[in-house]
């Protein structure tokens, strides 16, 4: 079995799809797409970032769900195996809910604008932040973020030792500091200010409430893996009320891939820029064909590779 992931915030750069452009046209038409229901030219933001924009929130969200969905077009255009299911990382849950035609992307493109931008007002500038703590469990995290006076939670279950918190910055700070004091002294202060997936969100999603609602929604045509419950919504009223608990609840990555595991997937391809999914299915799952397929090569490399053991799995 086929899952494909689609990854979000973070994996961002400049110059992402150069490569795969140059060699696939459906690429630029795909960002076109998504530029009109943005209102930004997002191929111009993803390659040049003349604005310095393209790390901040509000357009960073457009262009990755861009990404993501070039990809996966690209991936199907040569002929590349259809997955049994779709999982998106965070923002990435937009793209896998394009790539299963439960949403248009120019729709889609417009949401996460305003989502992006929506997060970014709803916390002044340096007054929230996010960290990936690293070699702990979800039970010593839970149990230093609930003693400290402040809003800070576990923001993304990414894998076995790899938990982001998130919340007002004073109260990191400190959770940071009382994990250190348990031992735990592995941590990355992240270069974000918008403490995703925390209750400083709550009132975002009741602002994009409107906004998803508004948009032409169809039943997925490929089963999604929702972040918020880490199961398969089929029901789009059931898509769109997860959408939202999304903005303000943690992202259960790593409870996502167990169960795909469980199910019988041990296939992933990463259709977009970079390779932190990549990572992050193989330190769940050791066993785990986990592929990235944002440069030619990769796609390339796996598309023959599995449809060369597709035929194996078959004689």
């Given amino acids: 079995m086929l899952t494909m992931i689609f990854p979000g915030q973070g994996s961002q750069s400049r110059g992402m799809l150069a490569a795969m452009a140059a060699r696939h046209a459906s690429v630029r038409q795909t960002f076109a797409e998504a530029s009109e229901g943005a209102g930004i030219d997002l191929w111009s933001l993803a390659q040049d970032d003349p604005e310095g924009q393209l790390n901040q929130t509000e357009f960073t969200q457009p262009a990755l769900l861009a990404s993501d969905v070039a990809v996966w077009r690209v991936w199907l ?66 149990s230093v973020c609930a003693a400290i006076d402040g809003t800070v939670v576990a923001a993304n279950d990414n894998a076995p030792g790899q938990i982001v918190i998130g919340g007002a910055a004073a109260a990191v700070e400190r959770a940071l500091e009382a994990l250190a004091a348990r031992g735990v002294r592995k941590a990355i202060r992240l270069p974000v200010s918008v403490p995703s997936h925390t209750p400083l969100m709550r009132a975002v999603a009741d602002d994009l409430q409107a906004a998803i609602d508004a948009c032409p929604w169809k039943p997925p045509s490929i089963p999604v893996w929702q972040n918020e419950s880490a199961r398969v919504e089929a029901d789009v009223e059931a898509i769109r009320r997860t959408l939202l608990a999304q903005i303000y609840l943690p992202v259960r990555w790593r409870e996502t891939i167990e169960a795909l595991v469980a199910a019988g997937c041990l296939r992933f391809g990463e259709a977009g820029p970079g390779k932190v999914l990549t990572g992050l299915v193989k330190r769940i799952h050791r066993e785990a064909d986990a592929r990235a397929l944002g440069e030619p090569d990769e796609l390339d490399a796996a598309r023959n590779d599995w449809k060369r053991t597709a035929g194996e799995d078959h004689q």
Wanted: net charge negative; proline share 3%; charged share 20%.
């Fill in 77 to 142: 255009e040569t002929d590349g195996a259809r997955p049994d299911a779709l999982a998106g990382h965070s923002l990435g849950e937009y793209a896998a809910l394009v790539a299963a035609q439960a949403l248009e992307l120019a729709d889609a493109a417009r949401l996460v604008r305003a989502r992006g931008r929506l997060m970014q007002a709803a916390v002044p500038a340096g007054s929230g932040a996010m960290a990936a703590v690293l070699g702990t469990d979800m039970e010593t995290i839970t």
